[in-house]
């Protein structure tokens, strides 16, 4: 089984920042591609950020230039860094990684708001 616990949100003022920290435990052979979805009130969940295991990345057209998605392989480790942070990205954020046998796993979520 693989786990998967997010940290790093928290509450932030318009125009700042933070960093979201996702690890990965358990029994993981096979490690694709990882990403970031977040799930903001009474909306759908939305894709943010993914990263292959090459590093290629691809970005919601919404945060391209403000949010940059990276990973450590060796340490399972995958993270989002968010800048210039608007009321617009509160939203419950959510790790994702394809493992294995090519499985999807979800972490339980961590909240960012975006508040004066």
């Known amino acids: 089984q693989v786990q998967l616990v997010e940290s790093g949100g928290g509450l932030v003022q318009p125009g700042g920042s933070l960093r979201l920290s996702c690890a990965a435990s358990?029994?993981?052979?096979?490690?694709?591609?990882m990403g970031w979805y977040r799930q903001a009130p009474g909306k759908q969940r939305e894709l943010v950020a993914t990263?292959?295991?090459?590093?290629?990345?691809n970005y919601a057209d919404s945060v391209k230039g403000r949010f940059t998605i990276s990973r450590d392989n060796a340490k399972y480790m995958v993270y989002l860094q968010l800048n210039s942070l608007e009321p617009e990205d509160t939203a419950v954020y959510y790790c994702?990684?394809?493992?294995?046998?090519?499985?999807?796993?979800w972490g339980q979520g961590t909240q960012v708001t975006v508040s004066s």
């Open positions: 990263i292959t295991s090459g590093g290629s990345t």
């Open positions: 358990g029994t993981i052979f096979r490690l694709y591609a």
């Open positions: 994702n990684i394809k493992a294995n046998w090519a499985q999807d796993y």
